[in-house]
């Protein structure tokens, strides 16, 4: 038995009722040029609890794990049972996943001081101002509930992301995965500095054109689908089985997919399994968790979030048939290249707006063009994935938070509104 699963089956035993308590404990390296410390790393360990009470939860949290800590955040929890609950989830079996590599868990300072004077020296050939951060950090996750639920789990993810500047304007890079051996600093470096606008902008009158999104931004525009309209099954009442996106589009949330940020369990101890949503542009699944699941008479698809309601964490767009970017661009006349969005407000529904673009260039007979500084864009998520016309033959993840993360392509789009 794990030791966080031991602290788990302790805690539980302090509940009285019916509850579940749920151990995580990440270690973390984190090493950084420019601004920030060069090396800091860091141990945390929660223990969270869900505790019922007359049908109704509660939870309350504690970093303190002697017993008069555990009890009290316990008798919190049981306070604060005013939520409907539907009762706690039995125990099922769990698979294994590809969201742990032995190495990155080793978390080396001597491999990550090595990456960063890798990336301050690329920086420095390339003539660009560069600060950024790589960390590495290993998860390990133990469920114990009144249910009968005893699970373990272990994850590793290596981050990083860059910012290069030059000439008052600035760029940013960044990627992640389960193994450090497949992110690369010095390459974000890169990256980020082919991103910084070259030569004077180009103008762009306000307009509805047409839209070449790299992996970064559809990666956002996928997150946000899959938060506003994919989860809970409210949003998609009644589309279910009807087209909602273009054909080329085939997306899934798949936590054992070869790359993505595996997990073997949910918040609420329930299985995590590969579950298509959208498949040739037709709705086909929503994700939920036990609450959820309840009020549509279903059962929970394992996407219980911690921090509240169901979310897919693990999503997967199918790539297509461009080489790059640039292949997606030659069929255009006039439209816009947008790598990564900033400054992004969202509204109910899937509708959103970014304030401003990383990356924006101007696409003139099919090439890539001069760079579009000032840029606004506003649209739906739903918009997007119902206009999309091509996809990028070779999907790359992109972390969007840090317990999620998109596997992506970049995207053809008909059109978004871009000011």
């Known amino acids: 038995m794990s030791a966080e699963l031991s602290l788990a089956e302790r805690a539980l035993g302090l509940v009285g009722g019916e509850g ?14 420019g601004d920030a410390p060069r090396l800091v790393e860091r141990d945390v360990q929660t223990v969270r609890f869900v505790v019922l009470r007359d049908a109704a939860a509660g939870e309350a949290t504690t970093t303190a794990v002697d017993d008069d800590a555990l009890r009290a955040a316990a008798a919190r929890a049981a306070d604060a049972a005013r939520t409907e609950h539907p009762g706690l989830p039995g125990p099922r079996p769990y698979r294994g996943h590809h969201g742990f590599d032995l190495g990155t868990a080793s978390r080396d300072p001597g491999d990550a001081l090595r990456r960063v004077d890798e990336a301050v020296a690329t920086a420095g050939s390339l003539g660009v101002e560069a600060r950024g951060v790589w960390e590495v950090a290993e998860t390990r996750t133990a469920i114990a509930s009144s249910a009968g639920i005893r699970a373990s789990d272990a994850t590793t993810v290596a981050r990083a992301a860059v910012t290069a500047g030059r000439d008052g304007a600035s760029a940013v890079a960044e990627a992640g995965a389960p193994a450090a051996r497949d992110v690369d600093l010095a390459a974000l470096v890169r990256e980020a500095a082919g991103l ?21 931004a559809v990666a956002q525009v996928l997150d946000l689908l899959g938060t506003a309209l994919l989860s809970g099954g409210e949003a998609l009442a009644g589309r279910l089985g009807t087209r909602v996106a273009a054909a080329c589009i085939n997306l899934s949330d798949s936590p054992r997919f070869t790359g ?16 298509p949503l959208i498949q040739d542009g037709v709705a086909h699944r929503v994700v939920h968790d036990v609450r959820t699941a309840a009020r549509a008479g279903t059962t929970s698809t394992g996407h219980a979030d911690e921090h509240g309601g169901p979310r897919p964490a693990h999503l997967v767009l199918v790539g297509g048939g461009a080489a790059d970017a640039a292949e997606l661009a030659a069929p255009v006349g006039r439209g ?8 992004l407000a969202a509204a109910p529904g899937g509708a959103f707006t970014a304030l401003g673009v990383c990356g ?13 500084r000032g840029v606004r864009v506003s649209g739906s998520a739903l918009g997007v994935v119902a206009g999309a016309q091509a996809l990028g033959a070779r999907p790359r993840l992109v972390p969007v938070a840090e317990d999620r993360a998109v596997v992506c392509p970049p995207m053809r789009v008909a059109s978004l509104d871009v000011r």
């Open 20 to 33: 579940q308590v749920t151990v995580t404990r990440t270690r973390a390296l984190r090493a950084a040029f």
């Open 196 to 216: 910084l606008p070259a030569g004077p902008p180009a103008d762009l009158a306000p307009g509805s054109y047409p839209v070449v999104l790299g992996e970064p």
């Open 260 to 275: 993505q940020l595996g997990r073997a369990f949910d918040a609420e101890g329930v299985p995590k399994a590969p579950l």
């Open 336 to 343: 816009v290249y947008l790598h990564r969005f900033e400054g």
């Open 360 to 372: 924006a260039r101007l696409i003139q007979d099919g090439e890539l063009g001069a760079p579009l």
